[in-house]
């Protein structure tokens, strides 16, 4: 006769796919059970601990863990593929924003040191940390793009989680007073942007998943060209640029790029990158839409607005193309 016990824990092992629960349930139930009092075992429960190590072991199954079926093992494929081009679009963007941010500022002579010094220091204790911490942590981005890229997981998710912090910042704001209450739905879009990279870096590249590696070109150099794309885009059109002009020419030329390279090279595509491609695009293209919002009622921002419209179609074009190529690459694997 099945105890509370048991069926509490058969529950819980419902979070593991199918394929791995018809492996190893059984010897799991077996294993927990162990040596319990049968008595005892109607007023028990799972204890946190082991919760916690399903759950942990439900997501490496289906995302590609060893062993794992093919369309788990395209999916972890895929959300890998996307954590890894989403930290590396974000750090390319935030180094070129601080990088052209100093260049301004000592540019302009003392005028424009203060300015600088003020963003940080003309408010409370409070509004000087987050300003601090804002400017700061982004910069992680980099960090956990190197540090994925050679192999050093731990270092790579807490860099990761590090860097998207700043963004859960105008979510909480008006918690706390420093912001009116809103519909914020580009702070929204841009936390989306931030926190689904971050986690999928955490959930995809598990103790079992393969090394990272990019589909073409070394860390170094793909990291350089993305920080050229993203600075140039800025440079020669400062008019239309707003906070999501440089990160959506970026992965706009970044997509281009793939899927003329992909059309040569089908045969060394991994599984997965156009799928991946296809999730960044649509989160970009969230964040360019409700960037350019607020812009379409403000006078004399025709540049902002034309620059805008151009990218949302650009995005909508490409996205397009790599949701179709996704669904192609599928159909064959």
């Given amino acids: 006769m099945t105890t509370l016990l048991e069926a509490r824990y058969r529950a819980v092992l419902r979070l593991l796919p199918a394929y791995y629960r018809r492996e190893r349930e059984e010897e799991m139930v077996e294993t927990y059970l162990g040596d319990l009092d049968r008595d005892t075992q109607d007023q028990s429960w799972p204890t946190l601990g082991e919760t916690t190590s399903i759950v942990a072991l439900a997501v490496r199954c289906r995302l590609g863990a060893p062993g794992a079926p093919r369309p788990y093992a395209l999916l972890g494929s895929a959300a890998r593929l996307f954590a890894l081009f ?87 704001a008006p918690l706390t007073g420093d912001m009116a209450p809103g519909p914020h739905w580009y702070d929204t879009t841009a936390a989306l942007l931030a926190w689904l990279p971050a986690l999928a870096l955490c959930a995809a590249h598990h103790r079992d998943a393969p090394p990272a590696r990019l589909p073409a070109g070394s860390p170094g150099l793909v990291f350089l060209a993305g920080c050229v794309v993203t600075g140039a885009s800025v440079v020669l059109l400062p008019s239309a640029a707003d906070a999501v002009w440089a990160p959506a020419t970026c ?83």
């Avoid at 601090?132 to 998710?157: E, M, Q």
């Avoid at 040569?264 to 999730?279: E, I, M, S, V, Y």
């Avoid at 969230?286 to 919002?293: K, P, S, T």
């Fill in 86 to 172: 989403a930290v590396l679009l974000q750090a390319a963007s935030v180094v070129v924003d601080r990088a052209l941010e100093l260049t301004w500022t000592f540019t302009r002579g003392a005028e424009g040191r203060q300015m600088f010094v003020t963003g940080f220091t003309g408010a409370g204790p409070t509004r000087t940390a987050v300003a601090v911490l804002t400017w700061v942590l982004p910069l992680l981005w980099t960090v956990a793009y190197f540090a994925l890229l050679h192999d050093r997981r731990r270092p790579a998710r807490c860099a990761a989680l590090g860097a998207a912090l700043p963004a859960l910042w105008p979510l909480l």
């Fill in 251 to 333: 992965f706009a030329v970044g997509a281009l790029g793939w899927l003329l390279w992909h059309a040569r090279r089908t045969d060394r595509t991994p599984p997965g990158a156009a799928l991946a491609l296809t999730a960044l695009g649509l989160l970009v293209l969230a964040v360019r839409v409700a960037a350019l919002y607020p812009w379409l009622h403000v006078p004399g921002a025709s540049m902002v607005r034309g620059g805008g419209l151009g990218q949302t179609a650009a995005l909508v074009l490409l996205t397009t193309a790599l949701a179709v190529t996704a669904g192609r690459d599928l159909v064959r694997r």
